[in-house]
């Protein structure tokens, strides 16, 4: 151990004897040489009768902080020292190496002790922690570098890697809600065929609020093969948020044999964070030999390590229950149904850590409330001290006793279960009913059959057809091959090489300069993902909560982290929108006029991509893919034309007093309107020359002549003076007859047999009326012009 002379000496001092020589064996605390310096110091005056200050020459003794022997001394006597300087080396019998709870492990020294001429404390060598399961066994950086070597050599012997596994919601997912039990044991559920292979354990010292209560486990779908075959290839660790006692019971059940993890566990006990996870407390020297598979980016900082996997959410709105521990996710808008599945059922409720999806014109909301930038730094720092793990302690027992007393799994069936026997006597099924039987179709028989298997249609809230492992070990086996593919290329240049590979006889160490060409895994990672959506440009459009910077929200991160770039406008550059189904917005309806130029997209193209390493063909997850015509809203012609009345309805009729008028009618005036030059010269002379032609039009009270509702409007319409006169193109005939006809119901009072839903439109064709005048205003001054 190198020995210096402290900081705290009052320099300069002068070397005035050597008292040991190179070879002495000596104690902690013995003399090595006497020096003197000089100190002001109080001296009593007796003429003065008071101490007085004057300067003095001290003499003492320099001590050794070490036991051990003596190898050399490079000081002299008569040498003035003016600063800290380095006296000699002394072997110590024991180096302390490594230390258990502040004992040495190997002399059993106590490095809590701290002498007065200590210039280090003794637990200072030992500060890192290699174990998993253990936060006092610790050893120094000498140490664990020598450890890291031999890991290093035994992976590349057998061709592996390290990788790190999570386990709520990326391989597992939890529940403590009773219910699945009790479906377990009856297999008439609906849900008995998903639930049927659920696992089970009880915590008997799981914090107070939750001692005693069992934990269902269902695994991830393919699980078991996915581990038997990635741990040919990598060195399996369990990373999780839960407690140890929560990670043993799981890997009991994942790895029964103790063959895949054996005993590389480690759990929020020894983690040294509660919030965030860190490669550095598994592998403290090196990561270039580490993947890492998580549902969450956020807790590991985007590491470029990670291969991020989408959340296992089998149990419907339970999330992960240890997320007490974990900051807030942020995310997009509900996932939808996958469209095999929207017919038979209803959507799946969205998790408790996800934002559920708003209706339409409304903006989302980030998980878990609203998430400000400050709110998501203070949670990835953490608090570390008792009274905050303790608080995180008491909230997840409130969660967990939620669960059982709530049992939302219960609740959200009995939800579907009402569903169900509503679709029973709608209408619309009573309708399908007969239309089967005008078609010679026996309705009865498809029903009694559709009461036979209920678990195959809506009437089951768990599905159990998560592919998302598949992928992932494809991903896996590929970073693997492209690893040691590197690996390869760099060490066959090197001395020895190949050739020496093959030579006969027992292998040879691998030098530390060959440890130096091991390839970066993050480097390989990265480089492979980037790949993926290279060329790739998004916008986001209807799913990003308002007040949320794109670029730092989770999806964007990891959208990039695959090579895509985002903006937030559309641009020439932009490939892509994802947008929300249920929403048309304004970037969707500028996006639809490219004429195919830019895909619309549902997220779930997005998470595809993510999922599979590849850019998936967009063609399944297209929406909105008509544009609408001349700048209309397609959506809203549809809508209109849904809840346009027949004419079959007297009662539809939005006022009384206009039910002469049909739709046939005024489609055939607004058809001469288009077509006649005269009427539309006589219109525009007559609208610029003020009120003449209103009061024609006031002296019929109604019919398809000149004073109809149509020719008023048109007149009153040239009158005006608007923006949208500038307009090129008139609106088609079918696009605008619904939006005319609406205009009755702003006229005057609704009828009270008018449908709720065309109720519910009033706004909206009010908003139409106004377009449509000033549209028909566009017209007649196009026709002017050319005139």
């Given amino acids: 151990m190198r020995l210096y002379t402290p900081d705290s000496l009052l320099y300069p001092i ?11 064996d000596i104690e902690q605390n013995t003399p090595l040489f006497t020096y003197h310096y000089q100190s002001v110091v109080s001296v009593w005056d007796k003429d003065q009768r008071e101490d007085v200050e004057q300067t003095a020459t001290l003499y003492a003794d320099f001590e050794s902080e070490f036991e051990g022997s003596v190898l050399s001394l490079d000081i002299q006597r008569g040498q003035v020292l003016t600063a800290r300087t380095y006296v000699g080396e002394i072997d110590e019998p024991c180096k302390h190496e490594v230390q258990y709870g ?40 000498e140490q664990a570098s020598r450890a890291d070597e031999e890991a290093k050599r035994r992976l590349l012997d057998a061709r592996k890697l390290s990788l790190v596994v999570d386990l709520d919601q990326t391989i597992i997912h939890a529940t403590v809600d009773p219910t699945v039990a009790e479906w377990q044991r009856d297999p008439s559920n609906p849900n008995y065929d998903a639930v049927k292979d659920v696992e089970a354990f009880q915590l008997v010292d799981d914090g107070p609020g939750a001692r005693g209560c069992w934990y269902y486990i269902k695994l991830r779908p393919g699980l078991e093969d996915f581990l038997e075959t990635i741990s040919q290839f990598y060195e399996l660790h369990i990373y999780t948020m839960g407690t140890r006692a929560y990670a043993q019971n799981i890997a009991k059940i994942i790895d029964p044999q103790h063959k895949i993890f054996g005993e590389r566990i480690l759990s929020r006990d020894e983690s040294g964070s509660m919030t965030a996870k860190n490669l550095k407390r598994l592998f403290p020297v090196d990561t270039k030999m580490v993947v890492i598979i998580d549902d969450r980016g956020d807790v590991w900082h985007w590491s470029p390590n990670l291969l991020k996997v989408s959340p296992y959410d089998f149990f419907v709105g339970i999330g992960d229950i240890n997320s007490s521990f974990l900051p807030k996710r942020p995310e997009l808008e509900a996932k939808p149904v996958k469209s095999s ?3 038979q059922q209803p959507a799946k409720e969205v998790s408790g850590d996800a934002p559920k999806a708003e209706p339409s014109g409304a903006e989302g909301k980030a ?27 008491e909230e997840q027992d409130e969660q967990l006793n939620a669960q059982l007393q709530d049992r939302p799994l219960l609740q959200k069936q009995k939800i579907l279960d009402a569903a169900e026997e509503e679709a029973k006597t709608s209408p619309a099924v009573e309708a399908a009913g007969d239309l089967l039987a005008e078609n010679g179709e026996d309705g009865q028989d498809s029903s009694s059959a559709a009461d036979q298997h209920p678990s195959k249609y809506r009437h089951n809230l768990l599905q159990d057809d998560d592919t998302e492992l598949h992928y992932l070990g494809q991903s896996l086996r590929n970073i693997h091959t492209a690893y040691f593919d590197e690996y390869q290329r760099k060490t066959a240049g090197a001395k020895g090489g190949r050739i020496a590979d093959l030579r006969p006889g027992p292998a040879k160490k691998r030098s530390l300069d060959e440890f130096d060409h091991i390839p970066d895994a993050a480097v390989i990672v990265a480089s492979m993902k980037q790949r993926v959506l290279a060329g790739v440009h998004l916008v986001f459009s209807g799913v990003v909560p308002l007040g949320v910077d794109i670029q730092t929200h989770d999806t964007a991160i990891w959208a990039k982290s695959f090579g895509a770039s985002i903006s937030e406008n559309i641009t020439k550059r932009t490939t892509h929108v994802i947008a929300s189904p249920e ?17 619309i997209v549902s997220q779930a193209w997005l998470y595809a991509c993510f999922t599979q390493w590849r850019r998936v063909d967009e063609e399944p997850y297209r929406i909105h893919s008509v544009a609408p015509a001349n700048g209309g809203h397609v959506e809203d012609a549809e809508e209109l034309a849904r809840f346009m009345p027949s004419e079959e309805r007297a009662d539809s009729s939005p006022t009384e007093e206009e039910v002469p008028d049909y739709w046939g009618d005024i489609n055939d005036e607004l058809a001469d309107f288009l077509g006649s030059e005269a009427d539309d010269d006589d219109d525009e002379d007559g609208g610029s020359g003020g009120g003449g032609g209103e009061s024609d039009g006031e002296s019929d009270g109604g019919g398809a002549g000149a004073g109809s509702r149509l020719q008023k409007r048109k007149r009153e319409a040239a009158a005006r003076t608007s923006s949208l006169t500038q307009m090129a193109k008139a609106p088609s005939s079918h696009a605008s007859t619904p939006a005319a006809a609406t205009t009755t119901a702003a006229d005057g ?31 007649m001054e196009r026709q002017s012009d050319v005139e």
């Fill in 583 to 599: 929403r048309r917005t304004a970037k969707v309806r500028q996006a639809a006029k490219k004429k195919g130029r830019i895909a």
């Fill in 341 to 343: 599945k929207t017919e």
């Fill in 367 to 393: 998980a878990n409330g609203e998430v400000s930038a400050v709110d998501r730094m203070v949670s990835m720092a953490g608090k570390q001290d008792e009274g905050s793990i303790k608080e995180k302690a």
């Fill in 14 to 24: 002068t070397v005035t004897k050597l008292l040991r020589r190179p070879g002495d």
């Fill in 749 to 779: 009072d609704v009828d009270d047999g008018v449908d709720e839903a065309a109720t519910a439109a009033e706004a909206a064709e009010e908003e139409e009326d106004d377009s449509l005048e000033a549209m028909l205003a566009a017209e």
């Fill in 102 to 141: 502040g004992i040495c492990a190997n002399c059993g020294k106590d490095m809590t002790t701290v002498q007065y001429n200590s210039t280090a404390r003794g637990t200072d060598r030992a500060t890192v922690n290699t174990v998993h399961g253990h936060t006092q066994l610790l050893v120094s950086q």
